[in-house]
């Protein structure tokens, strides 16, 4: 069993940043890969970006490519989303999720766990 847990969600005015962050516990996640969703209610959950086990992939939706980053610090279990120049269509829950294979989370979209989510509202 594996937990993931999410938290830096809040308000912020467009243009601005936030930094969200996910720790996990529970199985050793510095093997798996890492990733964020997103979704807004009536919509599917949406791809937003992944990171393989050491850091050293990365892969994001062309939706946020060049504005949000992610990465990870195996030694805290933790992985993050910094989001610079926010948009009110970035407004949305944010999951954390983890796999082992980094390809389930980019092309299938299907992790193995997720988080609870945190929401982000980003005012215009």
């Known amino acids: 069993q594996g937990q993931l847990v999410e938290s830096g969600g809040g308000l912020v005015q467009a243009g601005g940043s936030l930094r969200l962050s996910c720790v996990a516990s529970g199985r050793t996640f510095s093997s798996d890969a890492m990733g964020w969703f997103r979704q807004v209610p009536g919509k599917e959950r949406e791809f937003v970006a992944a990171?393989?086990?050491?850091?050293?992939?990365?892969y994001y939706a062309d939706s946020v490519k060049g504005r949000f980053f992610i990465s990870r610090r195996n030694a805290k279990n933790t992985v993050y989303l910094q989001m610079n120049s926010l948009k009110p269509e970035d407004t949305a829950v944010y999951y954390c999720?983890?796999?082992?294979?980094?390809?389930?989370?980019?092309?299938?979209?299907?992790?193995?766990?997720w988080g609870q989510g945190t929401q982000v509202t980003v005012s215009s």
């Open positions: 999720a983890a796999d082992r294979s980094f390809n389930t989370i980019v092309l299938t979209r299907t992790p193995g766990y």
């Open positions: 990171i393989g086990w050491s850091g050293g992939r990365t």
